[in-house]
């Protein structure tokens, strides 16, 4: 089993910057394909980012495109989603999940492990 634990959400003016993190226990996630998701209140749960285990491969969703940045760090046992230039309509719980075949993928039904959740918040 792996566990995913996401970090770094908080409240951020418009045109600011986060960095959210993801530190996985229970398993190496070195050949893992690491996705972002993010729901909003009231959406449904929507793809944001992954990486494929290579790091070579990245997918991003067109709204954060050029914007968000994912990264992942074998070593470490850990992924990170790096936010610039928020926008209000970013506002959403973000939630880190792993596919342990390694691909990297929009769908989330590809991700086995999920963790709790970080709160981002928007202001305008």
């Known amino acids: 089993q792996v566990q995913l634990v996401e970090s770094g959400g908080g409240l951020v003016q418009a045109g600011g910057s986060l960095r959210l993190s993801c530190a996985a226990s229970?398993?190496?996630?070195?050949?893992?394909?690491m996705g972002w998701f993010r729901q909003a209140p009231g959406m449904e749960r929507e793809f944001v980012a992954a990486?494929?285990?290579?790091?070579?491969?990245?997918y991003y969703a067109d709204s954060v495109k050029g914007r968000f940045t994912i990264s992942g760090d074998g070593a470490k046992n850990t992924a990170a989603l790096q936010m610039n230039s928020l926008k209000p309509e970013d506002t959403a719980v973000y939630y880190c999940?792993?596919?342990?075949w390694g691909a990297g993928s929009s769908h989330e039904e590809e991700y086995d492990y999920w963790g709790q959740g970080t709160q981002v918040t928007v202001s305008s």
């Open positions: 229970g398993r190496t996630i070195e050949k893992y394909g």
């Open positions: 990486i494929g285990w290579s790091g070579g491969v990245t």
């Open positions: 999940a792993g596919d342990p």
